[in-house]
């Protein structure tokens, strides 16, 4: 049951090319927005469209399949665990980001010609 603690699966689409940075260490590091979107009915019973946007982060060979294969637009599933950190803006405010660390990545676009 310990695997299931902290466990995170999307299936959704790219906002933005991966960001791949190679840093000093030797780590590769993959950062990229991910759409999921839920649809269902209102009151109405007109169709409504609710668009969530998560922040992914990958590491190492993970951040390497990114690198190669991830373009923006694309429909992928992703697997990892939830994580928050804060930091401080250029004003001094303390501010909170929540990421998905992605072990795991499924491509599910189809090759485009």
């Not at 310990?2 to 590091?29: D, F, R, T, W, Y």
């Not at 998560?54 to 690198?67: F, M, Y």
């Not at 991830?70 to 803006?89: A, F, P, W």
């Amino acid at each position: 049951m310990n695997a299931l603690v902290n466990k995170v699966q999307l299936i959704g689409q790219l906002g933005n090319a991966p960001e791949v940075k190679n840093l000093e260490s030797g780590k590769k590091l993959a950062k990229f927005s991910m759409a999921t979107n839920e649809s269902y009915k209102n009151h109405a019973g007109e169709k409504v469209t609710d668009t969530q946007w998560h922040n992914i982060v990958a590491w190492g060979s993970t951040a390497g399949i990114i690198e190669k294969y991830v373009h923006k637009g694309e429909r992928i599933g992703i697997e990892g665990r939830l994580t928050t950190r804060s930091y401080e803006d250029k004003e001094g405010n303390k501010r909170y980001v929540t990421e998905i660390i992605a072990n795991e990545v499924l491509l599910l676009s189809s090759k485009q010609g």
